[in-house]
Structure formats: C-alpha cells, structure tokens
C-alpha cells in the first residue's frame, strides 16, 4: 500500500516533488555562491600582485648616467647603458650623460626588466659644444665682415662722388676764373687801345691821308677812328666808326 502512495494521493506526491527541486536548487546556488566568493578575492590579489610588480618608466633624458641609475633601480628596474658614439667603455657614471631611453618616458614596464640607455660623455658634449660655439662665432664674425664690405663699398662710392662733384666744382671756378681773367686782359687791351686813339690826333699831322689800311699801318696810325686825322670812310668798311682796326 505504500508503494501507491503518490497514485493514492497524487496532489500530495506532486508537493513532495517541488520541494525537493527547491532544495535541490537552493543548494546549487549556494553552492555557486560560495564558489564566486571564493574566486573574487583571488582575482583582486591577483591584480594588485600585477600593479605591485610593474612600475611607470621615469625620464631620464638629460640626466648623467649616475643619477638615472639610481632613479631607475630605485623603482626596481634594471640599467643598461651603451655609449651612441664609438660604443667606449662606461667607467665613471658621472662622466656621462643619458641622450635616449628604451621604454620611452611614461611608460608601464615590469619591475626587473631593463631599461636600455644612450649615453655620452661629457667630454664628447663639451667638445661639440665648443665646435658648435666657434661656428656661430665664425658666421657672426662672416656677416660682420661682409656688412663692413657693404659698408666700405657705400662710403668709397661716396667718397668718389664726392670727388667728382669737388672736381666738377673746381673746374667749373677755374672756367669761371679764367672768363674772368680772360675779359680783364680785353678790358685792359681795350683801354690801351682806347688811349692810344686818343692820343693818335697829335701825333698824326692834320691833313694826314692814307690811301688805304697798309699806308695806314705803316704809318703806326690804325686803327683809325672817326674824327682822326686820316680817317675816312672808305678804309672804315664795317661803318663802325673805327678803320683799319684789323
């Protein structure tokens, strides 16, 4: 008769049946709970381990290789450093100066990897330095000669047009000069000649007469000029009151 029990009262099986499936699920959840509460805190260790085992590279560009040293082993890093010129032996770390990084500043590397540095020495930055110096000052002193040229070229040029101009000037006053000495002599001609006319009249005899300007000549009485003994219109051919006067 137990054997029948649930075909007895099938409402009463059908209960028994649910809540078994309920238990049956509560204890899967339960059971999948406690698991996700036990993976969690697995899974926060583990990424904590990870940030805790990586760090951000420093820059270190610009630094001597002594002091990026010590930065970079500080945060657990190792260094690597190789000099970029003519690959020299690093000896004195203070000797020598980070020119580039690998990783690049900023980045997120694991602790104990390394980190590669081009360095060079001091004296390599100084003599390139120097040479860097003595270029510019050899372009400057360059274009301070050349605006000296340019400088020398516009003052010659000044001074032979100034030259020419003085030159100019000079020969224009000696002209000048020379008009005027020129015109003083025939003033001084003409005027001797003026009181030689005058005084002809007594030395000429009254009644002179002179067949032309020869006779006249050679008599020493031309030139002749009207109202003078001798004068005649005939020998006075330019009509300007003076005959024989050439």
Excluded at 64 to 90: M, N, P, R, W, Y
């Amino acid at each position: 008769m137990n054997n029948n029990l649930y075909a007895a009262h099938p409402v009463t099986g059908r209960l028994k049946v649910s809540l078994a499936l309920a238990v049956l699920a509560g204890l899967l959840l339960t059971g999948c709970g406690g698991k996700q509460a036990s993976v969690e805190p697995a899974s926060a260790a583990t990424s904590t381990a990870t940030a805790e085992a990586s760090a951000a590279v420093p820059g270190v560009v610009g630094l001597t290789l002594d002091k990026a040293t010590d930065q970079l082993k500080g945060l657990g890093f190792k260094v690597e450093a190789k000099d970029i010129v003519d690959g020299k032996s690093i000896i004195v770390e203070k000797n020598w100066q980070v020119m580039t990084q690998d990783p690049a500043s900023g980045t997120t590397a694991a602790k104990g990897s390394t980190v590669r540095l081009g360095v060079k020495s001091l004296d390599e930055l100084a003599a390139e330095k120097a040479a860097a110096e003595k270029v510019a000052a050899d372009k400057a002193a360059a274009e301070q000669a050349a605006a000296k040229a340019v400088a020398d070229k516009a003052a010659a040029e000044k001074a032979a047009a100034d030259k020419a101009a003085a030159d100019q000037a000079a020969a224009a006053k000696a002209a000048a000069d020379q008009a005027a000495r020129d015109a003083a002599a025939k003033a001084a001609a003409d005027q001797q000649s003026a009181q030689k006319f005058v005084q002809a009249p007594a030395q000429a005899p009254a009644t002179a007469y002179y067949a032309n300007c020869t006779a006249a000549k050679n008599a020493g009485a031309a030139p002749l000029h009207r109202g003078q003994p001798g004068y005649s219109s005939s020998l006075d051919r330019d009509g300007d009151g003076v005959a024989c006067e050439r």
